[in-house]
């Protein structure tokens, strides 16, 4: 008995034992227990349309902690349509999945008004939409139609030795700018400077080409006038500039009267009268050159004279008097004068032929030109050539 009694008490005190290190473990570690002590929460993963986001967070022993974000809602683009299975879609215009879908069966489309989206230009082509109530929209492209220009219009004229430039525009404000060719020289009808017969162009009037001449000599000579042919035997007869120091500065009334051998006249530029009946009847005579100092021609000056061809009377002549060119037959150009004022009667008289009337000014300015109502009475029909156009007689 004793015996079992001691057996007992020992299995006694090794359960004791046991229990009290089992208390002693519990106490421990309820004494020395870890509490995870975590830090803020921190984006891990940006939540999107279609997929969680996460938050994250740590304990200073290495621990973590995730917790998840809710999705975001999807982004809605417009209506797409779809033509071929007639129905339309929206999607997301983030993750781009299809978030609605619409039938439109048996819908045919009524549009409104085209509307400008984007203004066509000459150059830039513009774009125009229209919209049926269902959101369908019809866009065209508005085709830019180029350039409208205007006639070229010169801005510098183009010389014999510069060219010029030419511009046109456009109403949209747009502008062209060309180059004009250089002119090529022309020969134009020679002038008389001094003893040269000088050919100027006519677009620059550069002098081409200069040939000198021998002035007539034996003419009958009054002071500073030439009074007649003298012994000079000349056909083509140069009227001097000066003989022994004196100007010639006229041609004297009948002086060349009746001269039937001379072809052809020149007068130089310091000639200012011819007087009257000077040529009357210089029947051989074809070509007659009135230098540019002449303002006055007397009456009859150039009558009968059956052959001269054509005459330039200069600028400074105002008047044409009576007869002077009377049955000129052979007559049938002749240039006049922006100077002229007035026409006396029977100044053109039975020139039959007379086919062209160069004067140097407008329509009007020939119009206001007093005219005798005779003064080309026996003529047939002839042009005036104006600046700006003609008449016909
Ligand atoms: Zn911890
Ligand atoms: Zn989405
Ligand atoms: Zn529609
Ligand atoms: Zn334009
Ligand atoms: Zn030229």
Not at 252 to 260: D, E, M, P, R, V
């Amino acid at each position: 008995m004793k015996k079992l009694l001691y057996q007992y008490t020992q299995k006694h005190k090794v359960l004791l034992c046991l229990i009290a290190i089992l208390m002693l473990a519990i106490l421990c570690l309820l004494i020395f227990r870890h509490i995870h002590s975590y830090g803020e929460w921190e984006l891990y993963k940006e939540p999107s349309c279609n997929s969680y986001g996460i938050e994250r967070r740590y304990c200073n022993c290495g621990e973590m902690q995730d917790r998840r974000l809710d999705m975001l809602d999807h982004t809605e683009g417009d209506w797409e349509f779809d033509e071929i299975n007639s129905l339309r879609q929206k999607r997301c215009t983030v993750c781009q999945s299809i978030i609605t879908t619409e039938s439109l069966t048996n819908h045919s489309h009524t549009f409104g008004e085209w509307i400008t989206v984007q203004q066509v230009t000459c150059t830039t082509n513009g774009l125009q939409s229209r919209a049926c109530d269902c959101g369908f929209k019809q866009e065209e492209i508005i085709k830019a139609p180029g350039h409208t220009f205007t006639d070229w219009e010169t801005i510098i004229y183009a010389s014999c030795s510069e060219v010029g430039l030419k511009k046109r525009s456009c109403p949209c404000g747009h502008s062209e700018i060309q180059e004009i060719d250089t002119l090529e020289h022309i020969m134009g009808n020679w002038i008389l400077n001094g003893i040269y017969k000088e050919y100027p162009c006519i677009n620059c009037g550069d002098i081409l080409k200069s040939e000198a001449i021998q002035t007539s000599s034996g003419l009958n000579i009054n002071g500073s006038s030439i009074a007649g042919i003298g012994t000079c035997k000349d056909v083509d007869i140069v009227i001097p500039e000066e003989v022994d120091g004196v100007c010639i500065d006229s041609i004297n009334k009948k002086a060349f009267q009746y001269s039937n051998s001379i072809n052809s006249v020149i007068i130089p530029n310091t000639v200012k009268f011819i007087g009257d009946y000077a040529f009357y009847e210089a029947s051989s005579l074809k070509n007659i050159h009135l230098g540019n100092g002449i303002y006055d021609i007397g009456e009859h000056a150039f009558g009968s004279c059956a052959n001269l061809q054509e005459i330039s009377i200069p600028e400074g002549v105002t008047v044409l008097r009576e007869n002077t060119f009377e049955y000129c037959s052979s007559l049938h150009s002749v240039s006049l004068p922006n100077t002229l004022e007035s026409l006396e009667a029977l100044v053109f008289f039975y020139c039959s032929n007379l086919t062209d009337i160069y004067f140097n000014g407008s329509v009007d300015e020939w119009n206001s030109i007093e005219k005798h109502e005779n003064w080309s009475v026996g003529t047939d029909s002839y042009t005036i050539h104006c600046t700006d156009g003609n008449i016909k007689s």
